[in-house]
């Protein structure tokens, strides 16, 4: 079964680094996304991307955020300056068009200590 | 209000006993429901979309009524094996975004 996969699955960062968390989507898939789940809470939007561009982002996808194609296989979000806030488990997903359920990745767990 | 919105639980339960979750969503805009599972430190999984008409998969019942914005997920017979958070998910389409908008989950845990 096509599934989509994130590195590193755990990322250990010192406040105010930059980190770049790393999706391949499924292949044939043209819509993607990243989610993250703070421990505890709920799973919530962050931005989703279709045609090389950002087509909607959350009140949480600040101007520390950004997300690049680089090279029509990997999909990256990065994080300017983490802050300990930004912990959480980041989940990359993928979908087809015409479909509305996801494939998400299983996640990469950022701790900003 | 939240925007979607579930009894967090958990739903302890027998092996082999039928439970019932339920979801309210606000957005009457809301065009996709779907129940996702999501086990410990994991990430959620598809567990089955939603139709108006009510749909079966296996075990597994769903049931959307869309006047009152609720939601439900009916497990018969229980496993050990559905022991898991049960997330209820809205999809607000209109955009090329579609992003998904998941409620906080209903825990349930099987006893054998």
């Known amino acids: 079964e096509p599934e989509v996969t994130q590195t590193p699955s755990h990322q250990v960062t010192q406040m105010g680094q930059e980190v770049i968390l790393r999706c391949v989507p499924i292949s044939n898939h043209l819509y993607f996304y990243w989610y993250r789940q703070i421990l505890g809470q709920k799973v919530e939007f962050l931005v989703s991307f279709y045609n090389n561009e950002i087509s909607e982002k959350s009140e949480i996808f600040d101007d520390q955020f950004s997300v690049e194609r680089p090279d029509g296989s990997n999909f990256t979000l990065k994080i300017r300056s983490t802050k300990l806030e930004d912990s959480a488990m980041y989940f990359c997903?993928?979908?087809?068009?015409?479909?509305?359920?996801?494939?998400f990745g299983s996640g990469t767990r950022l701790t900003v200590v | 209000r939240k925007e979607v919105e579930q009894d967090p639980g958990p739903f302890n339960v027998p092996e082999g006993a039928t439970v019932a979750f339920n979801c309210t969503y606000s957005n009457s805009a809301s065009q996709s429901f779907f129940w996702y599972r999501q086990d410990c430190r994991k990430e959620p999984k598809l567990l089955m979309s939603v139709y108006s008409s009510g749909n079966e998969d296996g075990r597994f019942t769903a049931q959307l009524n869309r006047a009152s914005q609720y939601i439900s997920l009916l497990i018969r017979d229980s496993k050990l094996s559905d022991s898991a958070t049960y997330l209820c998910?809205?999809?607000?389409?209109?955009?090329?975004?579609?992003?998904?908008?998941f409620g906080g989950g209903t825990r349930l845990m099987v006893k054998p």
């Open positions: 998910v809205v999809n607000r389409a209109g955009n090329a975004g579609n992003m998904l908008t």
């Open positions: 997903a993928s979908r087809d068009q015409g479909h509305y359920g996801y494939t």
